[in-house]
């Protein structure tokens, strides 16, 4: 019922509908936790997050991923941590603390590779450099990136990687 629940959260937020999906992953997220499957806890919280940043609110974006990096260390789930460092990385506004989210998603990938997970993170460290004015730095760590990507066959990933080169360009 919770994973019905993040499904339908999903489908809102993928109409623009980010409250409705909001309301939704809510109640997937009160679902998980009365069932007490922490792992499902995790992914309505990210899902949560990722929905308020969409709403542009970075605190509740940045509350609930900090809740759901917890539990996945909590419960050793790298994969899940690694999004979630992505992801704070990602919603971060200052350089230096988006870096060290990245660093640490990248250290934890060591102790599981994931190819794909590690090119996207390289992919958003890449990104935020660029967004910092360390153009070159970025156009090399996306050139890199990119070539990786397009062997993994990760076309979507890839195209991110390359619109850093295009802007950087």
Same mark, same amino acid.
């Given at each position: 019922?919770?994973?019905?629940?993040?499904?339908? +959260?999903?489908?809102?937020?993928?109409?623009?509908?980010?409250?409705?999906?909001?309301?939704?992953?809510?109640? +997937?997220?009160?679902?998980?936790?009365?069932?007490?499957?922490?792992?499902?806890?995790?992914? =309505?919280?990210?899902?949560? +997050?990722?929905?308020?940043?969409?709403?542009?609110?970075? =605190?509740?974006?940045?509350?609930?991923?900090?809740?759901?990096?917890?539990?996945?260390?909590?419960?050793?789930?790298?994969?899940?941590?690694?999004?979630?460092?992505?992801?704070?990385?990602?919603?971060?506004?200052?350089?230096?603390?988006? @870096? @060290?989210?990245?660093?640490?998603? $990248?250290?934890?990938?060591?102790?599981?590779?994931?190819? $794909? =997970?590690?090119?996207?993170?390289?992919?958003?460290?890449?990104?935020?450099?660029?967004?910092? +004015?360390?153009?070159?730095?970025?156009?090399?760590?996306?050139?890199?990136?990119?070539?990786?990507?397009?062997?993994?066959?990760?076309?979507?990933?890839? $195209?991110?990687?390359?619109?850093? $080169?295009?802007?950087?360009?």
């Amino acid at each position: 019922q919770g994973t019905v629940y993040n499904s339908l +959260g999903l489908v809102y937020v993928k109409m623009g509908r980010y409250r409705e999906g909001v309301a939704y992953y809510s109640r +997937g997220l009160a679902y998980h936790r009365t069932q007490g499957n922490s792992y499902g806890e995790t992914a =309505s919280l990210i899902n949560l +997050g990722a929905a308020f940043e969409l709403l542009k609110d970075k =605190s509740k974006a940045a509350q609930h991923y900090a809740q759901a990096l917890a539990i996945a260390e909590k419960d050793r789930r790298v994969a899940q941590q690694i999004t979630i460092l992505n992801n704070l990385g990602q919603l971060s506004s200052s350089l230096p603390e988006a @870096e @060290e989210y990245y660093q640490r998603a $990248l250290e934890l990938e060591k102790t599981a590779p994931q190819a $794909l =997970s590690r090119n996207i993170v390289l992919s958003n460290l890449a990104d935020n450099w660029y967004r910092a +004015g360390q153009v070159v730095k970025a156009e090399e760590l996306a050139t890199e990136v990119a070539a990786k990507l397009q062997k993994l066959g990760a076309k979507e990933n890839e $195209l991110v990687a390359r619109r850093i $080169l295009l802007q950087a360009s």
